[in-house]
C-alpha cells in the first residue's frame, strides 16, 4: 500500500531532484511492502500528483515495458534485495552522466563521499540488475550505469539526495582536477572506517528522524535539558540555525556535513550539534562548549569537529565566527591536497595563498593539529579530502571569506 505521506514526500523529492538538476530521465522509488513505489518515466517529475505514484512488484513487473519495466527492474531489485535500503534513485546530472561515459571506478576523492557513497563507486559493466548488484557490494551505495549516469541508494529519500549531490560534487571534483595534477583519493583503510562510522554512528540520529518524516511514524527521544536558557543564547543560537540553512541552500554544505560556531565569551562557544539537519535543526538543541577543556552542556553533544573550533577561536581571540563548510570548488583544491596561490582579484579578502593540511580524519587530533599548524594567519584553510574552515571577527566577515575563497577556488582551476 503507498500512504499518501509516502506519495507526498516522493512527490517533493522528485521536485527537488529535477531542479538541482540530478535528473532528467530518470526515476525515484522507495520501499514499499512487498514492492516498490516508484515515480513513471517520461512524465514531468514537477508536476507530479498524489495517485500517479506506481505500485510496482514481482507480479506486475512484467506488465510494464521499455525503460520504464528496465528502470524498474533495477529500482526493485536493488531496493528488495538488502533490508537496509528504503529508497533508491537513478540520476543523470551533467558531471554524474560525463564520468559514467568513462566507464571506470571512481576512488574516494572526499571524506563525504566514502561517508556516504562508500569506499569507491564502480561502474557495472551493463545496466542490469545482477550487474549493478555486484557492482554496489562492498560498502557502497552507489555505482556508475554505463553512459546512462548513476543509481544511488540509501535509508531514505533524504539520504538519496545527498547521497547524490556528493556523488555529483565527487564526480566534479575528478574531472576538473584532472587539468591540474589530479585528485589525490583517500587510502582503502580510511575510507572504509569512513563509511563504517558514518552508517553505524553519526548519521543515525539523523536517519531516523527522516525516516519518521517520511513514513508518518513518530518515535520518542530522549534529550538532555538545553544549554539555551537566556533570551541572549536563544537569539544567538537562532542566529547560527539561520547560517546553517543559509549554507545548505547555497550550497557551502550538504547534508548534515559542515559545522558552525559563535563566540560567546571569552571562555566558550556555541557550536552546532552532531549529525543533525540544518532545517530540521531547532535553536535550543545547540552545545555550549569550553574553548579549552572541551566540555560540554546541551540536549545535544556538538559537532565532533568542536576542537577546530576552539583551537582557533583560541589562536586569534578576535575571531568570533567559525564556519566550516563543503564548497563545490573548494573540495577540488581540498581533494588535491594542495594550496591555493589566490588570484590577484581575491588577495584583499584571503591574501596571497590559503594554505592545505596535511590529513587527519574527522573528528580526530591529528586533523586539529594539521588545521592550527597549516592555518597560520591565513583567514581559510583547505582540509584535505575534506573541505574548507573559515574564520571572521564577524559573520559575514566568515562568510565573504567563503564567498571569495569559492569564486578564487573556481577562477584557478579555470585557467
Known amino acids: 500500500m503507498i500512504t499518501e505521506t509516502m506519495q507526498r514526500n516522493i512527490i517533493s523529492y ?14 525515484l522509488a522507495v520501499r514499499c511492502d512487498t514492492g516498490i513505489a ?3 518515466l517520461g512524465v514531468d ?3 507530479l500528483e498524489v495517485g500517479s505514484i506506481m505500485y510496482v512488484d514481482d507480479k506486475n513487473i512484467d506488465k510494464l515495458e521499455g525503460n520504464e519495466r528496465a528502470a524498474a527492474v533495477l529500482l526493485f531489485c536493488l531496493i528488495r534485495h538488502d533490508d537496509k535500503i528504503g529508497a533508491a534513485a537513478i540520476v543523470d546530472s551533467k558531471q554524474i552522466l560525463a564520468f559514467s561515459e568513462k566507464k571506470i571506478t571512481l576512488p574516494a576523492v572526499l571524506d563525504d563521499m566514502s561517508q556516504i557513497c562508500g569506499i569507491s563507486v564502480r561502474c557495472a559493466k551493463e545496466s542490469t540488475a545482477i550487474e549493478v548488484i555486484r557492482a554496489i557490494r562492498g560498502l557502497r551505495n552507489c555505482c556508475f550505469l554505463p553512459d546512462a549516469g548513476a543509481i544511488v541508494t540509501g535509508r531514505t529519500l533524504d539520504e538519496v539526495h545527498t547521497a547524490t549531490l556528493v556523488l555529483d560534487k565527487a564526480c566534479n571534483c575528478y574531472l576538473l582536477a584532472e587539468n591540474k595534477g589530479g585528485c589525490k583519493p583517500l587510502g582503502l583503510l580510511d575510507a572504509c572506517l569512513e563509511h563504517v562510522v558514518y552508517k553505524l554512528k553519526y548519521s543515525k540520529k539523523n536517519q531516523d528522524a527522516q525516516k519518521a518524516a517520511e513514513t508518518g511514524k513518530t518515535e520518542a527521544t530522549e534529550e538532555q535539558p538545553s544549554a539555551i536558557t537566556t533570551d541572549e543564547l536563544k537569539a544567538l543560537a537562532q542566529q547560527v540555525k539561520d547560517v546553517g540553512v543559509r549554507m545548505l541552500n547555497e550550497n557551502l554544505v550538504q547534508g548534515t556535513w559542515g559545522n558552525i560556531s559563535v563566540r560567546v ?16 535543526l531547532k535553536p535550543e538543541q545547540m552545545a555550549i562548549v569550553d574553548i579549552e577543556t572541551m566540555e560540554w552542556q546541551g540536549s545535544n553533544k556538538p559537532t565532533s569537529e568542536k576542537k ?3 583551537a582557533l577561536m583560541l589562536a586569534k581571540s578576535e575571531t568570533t565566527w567559525v564556519l566550516h563548510s563543503h564548497p563545490k570548488f573548494g573540495c577540488i583544491l581540498a581533494s588535491m591536497g594542495q594550496a591555493l596561490p589566490v588570484p590577484e582579484q581575491y588577495r584583499e579578502t584571503l591574501g596571497d595563498s590559503i594554505p592545505c593540511t596535511t590529513g587527519g580524519l574527522p573528528g580526530t587530533k591529528k586533523l586539529v593539529k594539521s588545521v592550527t599548524a597549516a592555518i597560520g594567519d591565513a583567514p581559510a584553510v583547505f582540509l584535505k579530502n575534506h573541505g574548507i574552515v573559515a574564520r571572521g571577527d564577524t559573520l559575514e566577515e566568515a562568510f565573504k571569506v567563503c564567498y571569495d575563497l569559492e569564486n578564487a577556488c573556481a577562477a584557478y582551476l579555470a585557467e
Open 14 to 27: 522528485a521536485k527537488q531532484f529535477v531542479e538541482d538538476g540530478y535528473i532528467t530521465s530518470g526515476a
Open 38 to 40: 516508484m515515480t513513471k
Open 45 to 47: 517529475l514537477t508536476k
Open 265 to 280: 565569551d571569552d571562555k566558550h562557544i556555541l557550536c552546532t550539534p552532531s549529525a543533525l539537519d540544518y532545517v530540521m
Open 308 to 310: 577546530i573550533h576552539g
